[in-house]
């Protein structure tokens, strides 16, 4: 089902007063992440469905029944499970995700960009991870367009189906259109005893429940309502869940470790950082280094010299060095402002 977010009455509908977020796809400044990026470590190994109905204020009862558990494991590929309104996705992987610099990992859906508009038909869901497969904490998500957007929006990509601009959307999978996959970031989690980010074994998708209607209706962290303009009740109905790819994996006693009893003097970190012309690498010896966008693309590699790597080519931005010493793989956030 396409869910459009839509922010609270107080926000303008033209959105003066809006926050933007990363925008969508292809467009300078975005998050997205390609599926085929060497970015990603591994993927989601198991895959556990409860599907929820193809309208949950309908009549039939029916269940989304599109695509299989399966479909939500392995690299993305296109091959989706819908979860329906309310549905749910959880994943499991062989090696657990950890909160390293940067992104952490990735949810991949299976939205498009309309010719009409430009802009995406967009179906998203809530995230939440757990570290012990019991205790769940939600990513907090932020969706700016305001109440009445369905009723004007000036997006319509076709008969009752509003496009939705991903700049104006935070902290939801289903941001990014296929094969794309939308980042999360442990860091954005509010710390919790119950939660350890350094070992995140489970990750769960919530699909939005697409009505306005009150009883059924979901929120934003924000308290802002989550309606769809144009209820789906089809087999294919709810996000449509293709991958969840992993960024920082857990690897014990590894700098992507946190765990009790590593060392501090064997972390491997960059300064400066911002930086403008050369960093240098607190590693024992000269390490091969790659630069990369924040969408996955190799921008710069070499090796460094005397420890330290000259950077002065790169544009203001973030990016991501991964730093390989032959026997692991650092992927750390770089800032450049000159």
């Known amino acids: 089902?396409?869910?459009?977010?839509?922010?609270?009455?107080?926000?303008?509908?033209?959105?003066?007063?809006?926050?933007?977020?990363?925008?969508?796809?292809?467009?300078?400044?975005?998050?997205?992440?390609?599926?085929?990026?060497p970015?990603?470590?591994?993927?989601?190994?198991?895959?556990?469905?409860?599907r929820g109905p193809?309208?949950?204020?309908?009549?039939?009862?029916?269940?989304a029944n599109a695509g299989v558990d399966t479909n939500a494991t392995g690299a993305s590929n296109g091959s989706v499970v819908s979860l329906g309104d309310g549905g749910t996705a959880t994943l499991t992987f062989a090696k657990p995700i950890t909160?390293?610099?940067?992104?952490?990992?990735a949810v991949f859906e299976n939205g498009f960009n309309s010719s009409v508009t430009g802009k995406a038909y967009l179906e998203l869901a809530f995230v939440e991870v757990s570290s012990d497969g019991v205790n769940f904490f939600r990513f907090p998500s932020h969706n700016e367009y305001?109440?009445?957007?369905?009723?004007?929006?000036?997006?319509?990509?076709?008969?009752?189906?509003?496009?939705m601009d991903a700049k104006y959307l935070n902290n939801f999978a289903g941001k990014y259109v296929s094969n794309y996959g939308t980042p999360?970031?442990?860091?954005?989690?509010?710390?919790?005893v119950l939660l350890d980010k350094t070992k995140i074994t489970h990750v769960k998708i919530i699909d939005v429940v697409g009505t306005n209607i009150d009883g059924y209706r979901t929120y934003d962290s924000f308290g802002n309502i989550a309606?769809?303009?144009?209820?789906?009740?089809?087999?294919?109905?709810?996000?449509?869940?293709?991958?969840?790819?992993?960024?920082?994996?857990?690897?014990?006693?590894?700098?992507?470790?946190?765990?009790?009893?590593?060392?501090?003097?064997?972390?491997?970190?960059?300064y400066p950082n911002p930086a403008s012309d050369v960093i240098k690498i607190n590693t024992a010896e000269d390490v091969a280094v790659k630069i990369y966008s924040v969408n996955g693309t190799l921008i710069k590699q070499g090796k460094t010299v005397n420890k330290t790597f000259n950077v002065s080519d790169l544009s203001?931005?973030?990016?991501?060095?991964?730093?390989?010493?032959?026997?692991?793989?650092?992927?750390?956030?770089?800032?450049?402002?000159?």
């Open 1 to 37: 089902m396409k869910n459009l977010f839509i922010a609270a009455s107080f926000f303008s509908a033209c959105f003066i007063s809006a926050q933007s977020y990363a925008p969508q796809a292809g467009v300078a400044g975005s998050t997205a992440i390609i599926s085929t990026s």
């Open 39 to 50: 970015l990603f470590k591994s993927w989601a190994t198991g895959a556990a469905i409860v």
């Open 54 to 63: 193809q309208q949950i204020n309908g009549t039939s009862g029916a269940l």
């Open 99 to 105: 909160n390293g610099s940067g992104f952490d990992f």
């Open 146 to 163: 305001p109440s009445n957007y369905i009723q004007n929006a000036p997006d319509q990509g076709g008969s009752g189906f509003a496009t």
């Open 184 to 192: 999360f970031d442990l860091s954005d989690l509010p710390d919790n």
């Open 227 to 270: 309606i769809d303009p144009f209820p789906t009740p089809f087999g294919s109905s709810g996000f449509d869940l293709d991958a969840v790819g992993v960024i920082n994996e857990f690897v014990a006693g590894s700098i992507l470790s946190t765990a009790e009893g590593q060392k501090p003097e064997h972390k491997v970190s960059i």
């Open 316 to 338: 203001n931005g973030n990016y991501i060095i991964q730093i390989d010493n032959t026997v692991t793989k650092y992927n750390l956030k770089l800032i450049i402002s000159k």
